[in-house]
């Protein structure tokens, strides 16, 4: 995904604003997901996102998103961003997110996703990575608490 970074996406120094990115990261994750499982998908979690240099309005910011690790209903995917000045073409990395999307039902209820093929040697390295960020972020979760109990309360 690229967006061209217009003064409505910045702050008043004209940078774009950390919100308007987290938004893109989201929204190329979200169409990785459903790509993949071709039913609805819902973000259920971002690991922390750092900004490490700003894209200034007029440059593009160019979004990569790729599914890294699957479960049984959800979904992990890698998304890059990077600024590319339009002027002389130099790019540079800004963020990495991790996102994990669930597929859920018509009644919004978890369903199972297809598996992923891992076809490269970096395809299985990020899996098994992915699997060990999954452990991590279900470790955060409140103890013997799902979202969905948290909801019904
Ligand atoms: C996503 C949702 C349906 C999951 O419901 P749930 O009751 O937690 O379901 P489960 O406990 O069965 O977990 C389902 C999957 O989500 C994963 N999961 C749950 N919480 C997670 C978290 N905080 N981070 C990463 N994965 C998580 C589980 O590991 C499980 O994956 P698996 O099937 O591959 O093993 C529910 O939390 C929800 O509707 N959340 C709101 C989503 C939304 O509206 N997003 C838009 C932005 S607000």
């Not at 971002?46 to 959800?74: H, K, N």
């Not at 209820?109 to 490269?120: C, D, G, I, S």
Request: proline share 5%; net charge neutral.
């Amino acid at each position: 995904m690229v967006e061209l970074v217009l003064p409505n996406d910045a702050n008043t120094m004209g940078n774009v604003l950390g919100g308007r990115v987290l938004h893109w990261i989201d929204l190329a994750a979200a169409i990785v997901a459903h790509r993949h499982c071709r039913t609805e998908a819902v973000t259920v979690s971002m690991d922390e996102v750092s900004f490490l240099v700003p894209i200034r309005v007029g440059q593009l910011a160019c979004i990569a998103a790729r599914m890294t690790y699957v479960g049984r209903t959800s979904m992990e995917i890698r998304v890059d961003v990077q600024s590319e000045d339009l002027m002389s073409g130099e790019r540079r990395q800004t963020s990495t997110a991790y996102l994990t999307f669930v597929a859920v039902d018509k009644s919004g209820r978890p369903a199972e996703v297809p598996p992923l093929l891992l076809e490269t040697e970096e395809d299985r390295r990020e899996a098994k990575a992915g699997e060990a960020r999954r452990a991590a972020r279900l470790k955060l979760r409140p103890l013997g608490v799902t979202p969905r109990e948290t909801q019904q309360r």
